[in-house]
């Protein structure tokens, strides 16, 4: 069974910085793409960043590009999201989920339950 | 940005009744190598989305078959056969045929 487990969500004041952390098992880690997608309180779906299998390229929404860095560590099954200059609109529960990028399918199948971050003062 | 447009918002339905969710997208989703790459997503209350439709049309593993998407182009359709209580949640439509990964702002499903 494919499980992702999310940590590192905490408080913090804008300006701030914090690290995302999301732990994989079930699953061949070093063989799927990942991302995180994050939802604000009472909002929908907003996409973060995607990672290649290899960790040798990421993909940012506008909205995060130079404040977020996504990276992973195959050799222990992990993801990251180092988040930097908080701002209270990336108040959030952000979620790491496999993404699947073949000829035939993109689309993210497996999610984790998600870590919150708020930021405010 | 591909911007993704849902309709309805919200759709309170009888139980055994069918819905159906309409996605558009702002611009064709079909992607250079000649696939399309929209999926569906139930987010139950309280809970982490959960993938019910890739590739416009294929079932995930373990959903229901009264689960179903279709549509070309621009336009996209989720339909549930069959409503049950269980099947209450906000569903999103999103495109990954270009990045950025965009999604609907979501459809709320409720019992009437």
């Known amino acids: 069974e494919v499980q992702l487990v999310e940590s590192g969500g905490d408080l913090v004041q804008p300006g701030g910085s914090l690290r995302l952390s999301c732990g994989g098992s079930?699953?061949?880690?070093?063989?799927?793409?990942m991302g995180w997608v994050r939802q604000a309180p009472g909002k929908g779906l907003e996409w973060v960043a995607n990672?290649?299998?290899?960790?040798?390229?990421?993909y940012y929404a506008d909205s995060v590009k130079g404040r977020f860095t996504i990276s992973r560590d195959n050799a222990k099954n992990s993801l990251y999201l180092q988040i930097n200059s908080l701002r209270a609109e990336d108040t959030a529960v952000y979620y790491c989920a496999t993404y699947s990028f073949l000829l035939q399918s993109r689309h993210f199948d497996n999610w984790g339950q998600g870590t919150l971050v708020t930021v405010s003062s | 940005d591909i911007v993704m447009t849902q309709t309805p918002l919200s759709s309170p339905v009888t139980l055994g009744q069918p819905a159906s969710i309409s996605c558009r997208s702002s611009q064709s989703l079909v992607h250079s190598n000649g696939n399309t790459y929209l999926s569906w997503l139930q987010q139950r209350p309280g809970q982490p989305p959960r993938l019910l439709i890739y590739k416009i049309s294929n079932r995930f593993s373990g959903v229901p078959d009264r689960f179903s998407g279709s549509g070309a182009g621009t336009d996209f359709t989720l339909k549930i056969s069959r409503v049950e209580a269980e099947d209450v949640g906000v569903y999103y439509c999103m495109q990954a045929t270009q990045f950025p990964l965009t999604f609907g702002e979501g459809t709320k499903v409720e019992i009437k």
């Open positions: 079930g699953f061949i880690f070093s063989s799927y793409w």
């Open positions: 990672i290649k299998t290899d960790g040798s390229d990421g």
